[in-house]
């Protein structure tokens, strides 16, 4: 048998990762899903939109990103060598943008000329925003009112961007609310409208066009690991939100057998709390945003909203492909707790200099675990996903620390 293209294969023509993925949208919105696929499949073997993308991700995104060696993390784990992919170098901060350039460049080519998009905290509005400001074209963010009050830099630089914000009260006014507004305005505004989404998850194609998209960074790590060590890792590692960052490190090391890939997700007050975002670990399959996926559901089957210290991590679902990943066992998804993370990003910036988001601090958190079980001959690769800007002020407050 030919083991090779095991894993590269999916999704399958259904858009499905083994029992998960697929798409499950309403008739109306099933001719646009099938049309963006067929564009995306044409854009993809189309030699001048990889040269466009390629070329803006150089200049105006600032890849290829670093790859780091964390010398005094790795002397304080006292284990495997640690390295960072530093995607938090990227332009707005994080690897969203990634994906937002890929998104909005097909947009332009299938002649849309309006983008709307969905956010939480507000990385993927903020970035969204910005590609569209660079193109001059119209963007409307869906945003839960809830999270509107709560994430107001972001706001405000969305709106600096030229973005329109739409808080959306149904529901509890946070992310799955806000994605089902956007999703409901798609179907509305066909005609003219893009929907950029924000991870690796919706109907297909989204789950694996965002992660094709992500792709970029395993490539790369790839390709700095083999230079630098002239091998490849034993284990990569990433927080995971609705799992974009992950996928898009591990997708280019799936074929590779000895790597072991280890996604981390936010165990908030701890999963027995039922207050955390773990899909994986504390959730059960059902369906949500057009894709079956392991999510966070009670027992007639209604939503429940994820809790972290890291609104970027706080999704109740998770993208499909980690779904297959997980019961297949080619991944292992651990979990970290809101004072894990906050204590990992402390120790980040001390023994690096480098303020990590909350978001990759889960990763931080557990890397030490990783790298001690490995010891010292062993090599990880961490995608530090973010910069923690954004965060030092929700970190003061969870410190105590009155900075206003
Ligand atoms: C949005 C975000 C995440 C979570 O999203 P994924 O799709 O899981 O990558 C993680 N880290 C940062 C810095 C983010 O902005």
Same mark, same amino acid.
């Given at each position: 048998?030919?083991?090779?293209?095991?894993?590269?294969?999916?999704?399958?023509?259904?858009?499905?990762?083994?029992?998960?993925?697929?798409?499950?949208v309403?008739?109306?919105?099933?001719?646009?899903?099938?049309?963006?696929?067929?564009?995306?499949?044409?854009a993809?073997?189309?030699?001048?939109?990889e040269?466009?993308?390629?070329?803006?991700?150089?200049?105006?995104?600032?890849?290829?990103?670093?790859?780091?060696?964390?010398?005094?993390?790795?002397?304080?784990?006292?284990?495997?060598?640690?390295?960072?992919?530093?995607?938090?170098?990227?332009h707005? %901060?994080?690897?969203?943008?990634?994906?937002?350039?890929?998104?909005?460049?097909?947009?332009?080519?299938?002649?849309?000329?309006?983008?709307?998009?969905?956010?939480?905290?507000?990385?993927?509005?903020?970035?969204?925003?910005?590609?569209?400001?660079?193109?001059?074209?119209?963007?409307?963010v869906?945003?839960?009112?809830?999270?509107?009050?709560?994430q107001?830099?972001?706001?405000?630089?969305m709106?600096?961007l030229?973005?329109?914000?739409v808080?959306?009260?149904?529901?509890?006014?946070?992310?799955?609310?806000?994605?089902?507004?956007?999703?409901?305005?798609?179907?509305?505004?066909?005609?003219?409208?893009?929907?950029?989404?924000?991870?690796?998850?919706?109907?297909?194609?989204?789950? #694996?066009?965002?992660?094709?998209?992500?792709?970029?960074i395993?490539?790369?790590?790839?390709?700095?690991?083999?230079?630098?060590? %002239?091998?490849?890792?034993?284990?990569?590692?990433?927080?995971?939100?609705?799992?974009?960052?992950?996928?898009?490190?591990?997708?280019?090391?799936?074929?590779?057998?000895?790597?072991?890939?280890? %996604?981390?997700?936010? !165990? %908030?007050?701890?999963?027995?709390?039922?207050?955390?975002?773990?899909?994986?670990?504390?959730?059960?399959?059902?369906?949500?945003?057009?894709?079956?996926?392991?999510?966070?559901?009670?027992?007639?089957?209604?939503?429940?909203?994820?809790?972290?210290? !890291?609104?970027?991590?706080?999704?109740?679902?998770?993208?499909?492909?980690?779904?297959?990943?997980?019961?297949?066992?080619?991944?292992?998804?651990?979990?970290?707790?809101?004072?894990? #993370?906050?204590?990992?990003?402390?120790?980040?910036?001390?023994?690096?200099?480098?303020?990590?988001?909350?978001?990759?601090?889960?990763?931080?958190?557990?890397?030490?675990?990783?790298?001690?079980?490995?010891?010292?001959?062993?090599?990880?690769?961490?995608?530090?996903?973010?910069?923690?800007?954004?965060?030092?002020?929700?970190?003061?407050?969870?410190?105590?620390?009155?900075?206003?």
């Amino acid at each position: 048998m030919d083991t090779r293209n095991t894993w590269n294969k999916w999704p399958d023509e259904s858009g499905r990762f083994g029992e998960f993925g697929g798409r499950y949208v309403a008739e109306t919105l099933m001719p646009l899903i099938l049309d963006l696929e067929k564009e995306y499949e044409a854009a993809k073997a189309d030699p001048e939109f990889e040269k466009l993308y390629r070329g803006l991700m150089q200049d105006y995104v600032g890849r290829p990103s670093a790859m780091y060696f964390a010398e005094r993390l790795t002397e304080h784990f006292d284990g495997a060598k640690i390295y960072f992919k530093r995607d938090e170098l990227n332009h707005t %901060g994080s690897h969203k943008v990634n994906n937002c350039l890929g998104q909005v460049l097909l947009a332009l080519r299938m002649g849309k000329t309006r983008i709307i998009a969905e956010t939480g905290a507000g990385q993927h509005g903020v970035a969204t925003a910005t590609i569209c400001a660079r193109f001059g074209l119209p963007c409307t963010v869906f945003m839960g009112a809830t999270d509107v009050e709560r994430q107001k830099p972001n706001v405000f630089r969305m709106k600096l961007l030229g973005a329109e914000i739409v808080p959306v009260s149904s529901g509890t006014g946070t992310l799955k609310d806000a994605m089902n507004e956007a999703l409901r305005d798609w179907v509305t505004n066909v005609h003219d409208t893009f929907y950029c989404i924000g991870t690796a998850a919706g109907p297909h194609p989204y789950p #694996a066009m965002v992660r094709d998209f992500q792709s970029v960074i395993g490539r790369e790590a790839k390709a700095q690991i083999m230079e630098r060590e %002239g091998r490849l890792p034993d284990v990569v590692m990433a927080c995971i939100g609705g799992g974009s960052n992950a996928i898009g490190l591990f997708h280019p090391f799936l074929e590779d057998e000895n790597v072991r890939m280890i %996604g981390v997700e936010a !165990s %908030g007050h701890g999963i027995e709390t039922g207050e955390h975002a773990a899909a994986l670990n504390g959730g059960e399959p059902g369906i949500l945003h057009g894709n079956r996926t392991y999510l966070l559901q009670d027992g007639d089957g209604q939503i429940i909203d994820a809790h972290s210290i !890291s609104a970027g991590l706080d999704y109740p679902g998770i993208g499909p492909e980690h779904s297959f990943l997980k019961d297949t066992g080619r991944a292992e998804y651990l979990t970290c707790t809101d004072k894990e #993370a906050l204590d990992a990003f402390q120790l980040c910036t001390k023994l690096e200099g480098i303020i990590p988001a909350l978001e990759p601090a889960h990763a931080i958190a557990r890397v030490g675990d990783v790298a001690r079980e490995l010891g010292k001959d062993g090599l990880i690769i961490m995608n530090l996903c973010g910069r923690g800007d954004k965060d030092v002020f929700s970190v003061a407050g969870h410190l105590g620390i009155d900075i206003d």
